[in-house]
């Protein structure tokens, strides 16, 4: 008999999957502490929560039968999924079960912008009734510009188009191709700011789409603009909000997302033309019945030892396949990572060639592992190993898998390759005793780096000074460095420096960095 937790209150009504099975027991759990979640964990072989139980590391050390965790909705962050990993647990999540909800919800937030309706109903609440006071607009024939154009901002576009609005939108890792099939014309972003009526971020929060909506943005909007945020919180610069709402340049805004949550005090809740819900996007009781069952249906799957969808840390494979690929895919959802965070413009094309023994192996899989290193840091839907190529090509990225003969001194080498239309960047990596990943070259450049935690990113020229110029202000910034690599091709030529740090460098540091001579670029790289 196998047992089953079910934490966090997950709607019943969804676990019918479980329920129905006869060698499996459905446990349904009470709020926890960590210490007692440790004591009792390991009499089960699955659990499923949803975003108030944390499965640490240490409760995963604890958990000695299982086999999978399920998380009933999109997000992982209260899951130890490295913990998991190591420990070969399976981690799943339901990357579908909210999306009508989400896009509905965004639509709501423009609806209710555009006709003032809490402003309204607050009025009336108070006893007046004050029609002049909340003239709205509509949408047929307005400009709506869609900020990442995935699942829910395709979505949210269908909708609006229905409505006889226009859509234009900005992603850089969709094809045209893609974009004309919906109907939607792609724009640079700030020609999306400067033509759309409305807005509606869709973005994930990344390093690159932090504030991206912000004061520059602001000051390339037309006048009367109106934004909605249903997204990721960050991604607008609320401050930058405030002060274009207060000058009127916006003339309503509506998020169901902050920087901070939760969050109960704003300066934004102080302006009349201003909405906020908490975090609602996924609060819809057919999502919460869709992630309950998604994910049932897999703890179902997993515990038959049948094929697993939307595993988010192990593809579903058979032992002997799993016994050859999986010390290399965290490797290679690594190098999918780094290649990500430091390549430009829109991607057409990834290479993936694999070197000595690896070549006769099927690596399928570990391809996998690296498309989903590359779309997960880019893109705002969860991103699996069984979406991960289709995503792929749903964006016009041409994907390459090669095998090469032997590469020097490695027994087994991955190299990936990303071509963009501005920009070309490869890094290749390997494993040392079974278990030790490092990246050994970067742009033919050989280098010996331990592939974890915040890496700084400097090319430069091959001269005197700028080695310890560049550890010098990122020391007197007291950030750590506890490791550097620096390789070079020829003296005096082109070399490129990689360094681990304990934390982010500031954006501020990095100015500084790139203004020293000789260095040719400085990017923050986080894995």
Not at 378 to 389: D, G, S
Not at 406 to 425: F, P, R
């Amino acid at each position: 008999m196998k047992k089953v937790l079910v934490m966090d209150g997950v709607a019943e009504i969804g676990l019918a999957a479980l329920r129905r099975e006869p060698d499996i027991e459905v446990v349904i759990g009470e709020k926890m502490s960590e210490d007692e979640l440790c004591n009792v964990i390991g009499e089960y072989d699955a659990m499923i929560v949803r975003s108030a139980t944390k499965a640490t590391a240490r409760v995963i050390e604890h958990a000695s039968k299982m086999i999978i965790i399920g998380r009933a909705g999109v997000g992982i962050d209260n899951i130890d999924v490295a913990a998991a990993t190591a420990k070969g647990i399976l981690v799943v999540n339901a990357p579908d079960g909210n999306t009508i909800a989400a896009t509905e919800h965004t639509m709501a937030m423009m609806l209710a912008l555009t006709r003032n309706i809490p402003q309204a109903w607050a009025t009336l609440r108070a006893g007046k009734w004050d029609k002049k006071s909340f003239m709205g607009v509509e949408f047929r024939n307005k400009v709506l510009g869609v900020i990442g154009l995935g699942r829910i901002g395709s979505a949210v576009a269908k909708r609006a188009q229905g409505m006889e609005m226009k859509v234009v939108a900005y992603d850089p890792y969709i094809s045209e191709e893609k974009a004309e099939s919906l109907g939607i014309q792609l724009l640079p972003l700030e020609e999306l700011f400067k033509q759309a009526d409305f807005i509606t971020n869709h973005l994930p929060l990344t390093k690159e789409s932090k504030y991206i909506v912000g004061e520059k943005a602001f000051s390339l909007m037309k006048d009367g603009v109106r934004l909605v945020n249903c997204a990721r919180g960050g991604v607008v610069d609320e401050q930058a909000l405030y002060a274009a709402m207060k000058s009127g340049k916006v003339a309503g805004a509506a998020l169901d997302v902050f920087e901070k949550e939760p969050t109960t005090e704003s300066p934004l809740f102080e302006l009349n033309n201003f909405i906020g819900t908490p975090h609602l996007g996924a609060s819809t009781e057919e999502a919460q019945l869709n992630v309950a069952f998604d994910v049932a249906v897999e703890i179902v799957a997993a515990l038959k030892g049948d094929f697993v969808k939307n595993a988010v840390n192990i593809p579903s494979l058979s032992p002997k396949v799993m016994a050859v690929v999986k010390p290399y895919l965290t490797l290679a959802e690594k190098l999918g990572k780094f290649v990500a965070q430091l390549v430009g413009g829109r991607t057409e094309k990834i290479e993936i060639t694999y070197s000595g023994d690896l070549a006769s192996q099927d690596v399928a899989p570990i391809t996998t592992a690296v498309l989903k290193g590359f779309l997960d840091t880019i893109l705002q839907e969860m991103v699996n190993f069984v979406n991960a190529p289709t995503l792929a090509k749903e964006r016009g990225i041409n994907v390459i898998q090669q095998q090469a003969g032997e590469e020097g001194d490695y027994a087994n080498l991955i190299t990936v390759k990303v071509i963009s239309d501005k920009d070309e960047i490869s890094v290749a990596g390997t494993i040392f005793g079974g278990t030790d990943p490092r990246f050994v070259f970067i742009d033919g450049y050989h280098v010996d780096a331990v592939p974890e935690g915040h890496m700084l990113y400097v090319p430069h020229t091959d001269k005197p000074k700028i080695i310890g110029p560049v550890a010098n202000l990122i020391g007197a910034h007291d950030i750590n460095i506890s490791g550097m690599q620096v390789g070079r091709k020829s003296i005096g030529g082109k070399a490129v420096m990689l360094l681990n740090v304990d934390t982010p460098v500031p954006e501020e540091t990095m100015a500084e960095i790139a203004k020293i001579d000789g260095v040719q670029g400085v990017k923050n790289v986080s894995l």
